[in-house]
């Protein structure tokens, strides 16, 4: 048995290295990094340690706006694409001699670059002096006035940040979804339907349950990848998105070290750990909620 247990650590040594030295270890250095107090990277020195990075970027205006727009953009992208792809998915098992070629068309979204998705969704939203865009002119057929989506109110501006992700996260969670209900057992269905079960009962008792696990996956990984937003803001609004207040708090981080108000590691490392924190007490309270809601 301990030969076993040898050879088992050793065939997991690599991985092991790898997490620790590209994952462990910049953590930790990282939070070593946001208790050093202006700390410079080409010199390698700081002039003190305590909380003055924390304190500065929690009374930031654009880290508390990098806050708002992305605790808003998972408020309503995760439970929205969430949803909608479980519909999706379900009308696409309803029709199993079409569901291969319905899957492929759903996920042709996943593989198409990021920043051509957001050209496309510039065409549709923003206003030009040639056109008022695509959208716009679907409203002007309904009498409605034309709004401006790239550089207008905020509101506005944030819709089209939440469309954008959910279009981009949408064909991953569809074909999730349809693997996991073309994997429930059939006698479950047929012991449902003898009983003279309705379909919506049907799908509460014994498709949501069957399906759960799958589904707090998806919830888990939507939440972690919506928190790490920061593509989806620069294909729509540019790289400056600090003037047009649609920044993350990865945009932020980003900026602190490489944008225009870059130079400051120490304060790019205390939003990071921020950032960590955030992401890693919604995915325990997650794992507490699953604890009932979840079927293994």
């Known amino acids: 048995m301990e030969n076993k247990s040898w050879k088992g650590w050793l065939y997991l040594l690599p991985a092991v290295l790898f997490l620790a030295v590209f994952m462990v270890y910049p953590l930790v250095d990282v939070f070593v990094y946001s208790f050093e107090e202006g700390y410079n990277s080409a010199s390698q020195t700081f002039y003190g340690v305590g909380t003055y990075n924390y304190s500065f970027v929690l009374h930031d205006p654009y880290f508390l706006q990098a806050v708002q727009n992305t605790f808003l953009l998972v408020g309503i992208t995760v439970p929205l694409s969430t949803v909608l792809a479980l519909a999706i998915a379900l009308g696409i098992s309803s029709i199993p001699k079409l569901r291969e070629w319905f899957q492929t068309i759903f ?11 957001g050209l496309v969704f510039m065409y549709l939203f ?3 002096d040639v056109t008022p865009g695509l959208v716009n002119v ?4 309904f009498g409605m006035t034309p709004i401006d989506f790239i550089d207008g109110p905020y509101w506005a501006r944030m819709l089209v940040l939440c469309l954008y992700t959910i279009w981009i996260v949408l064909p991953f969670k569809i074909l999730v979804l349809t693997s996991a209900l073309a994997s429930v057992d059939e006698t479950y269905y047929k012991a449902a339907r003898v009983d003279g079960t309705s379909p919506l009962r049907i799908f509460r008792k014994v498709t949501l349950p069957m399906i759960s696990p799958t589904m707090f996956y998806l919830v888990i990984t939507g939440f972690i990848g919506a928190f790490k937003a920061y593509s989806d803001a620069v294909a729509l609004f540019g790289e400056n998105l600090n003037v ?3 920044n993350t708090i990865v945009g932020y981080v ?5 944008g225009d108000s870059g130079g400051y590691p120490s304060f790019a490392s205390a939003a990071a750990i921020i950032l960590f924190v955030i992401v890693l007490t919604i995915t325990c309270i997650n794992l507490l909620v699953s604890r009932k809601h979840v079927h293994y």
């Open 107 to 117: 996920f042709l979204p996943y593989v198409t670059n990021t920043l051509a998705v």
């Open 126 to 128: 923003d206003a030009t």
């Open 138 to 141: 679907i409203l002007g057929f």
């Open 244 to 246: 047009a207040e649609m």
């Open 254 to 258: 980003y900026d602190m070290l490489y």
